[in-house]
């Protein structure tokens, strides 16, 4: 039989891990760019964007769709390192804990 009290020890350890998990994933920076580093955007590991840069040159009102364009491929491009950053954390986090597939913790 397992021991229940152990069981509920290991869940709030894991929670408390998870908290402070948190906390570090606001502290990740990664970065996208496109068109050849023209534009970047910056955002944390859980996805809160934290700056970005347009290249003076692309300011031009012609050139607004393209622009935005560029700041949607990379805003993309960031999150999508946030993610694999997130990934990452939480795969230490749980230490080899065999999740189901598609489980995803609440962040």
Known sequence: ??????????????QAKMAEAQLELDQIIVEGEAGGGLVKVALTAK?????IFIDPSLVKPEEKEILEDLIVTAHMQARAKAEEAMAEKLKALTGGLPLPPGFKLPF
């Open 47 to 51: 996805g809160a964007m934290k700056s």
């Open 1 to 14: 039989m397992m021991d229940f009290m152990g069981l509920m020890k290991q869940a709030q350890q894991m």
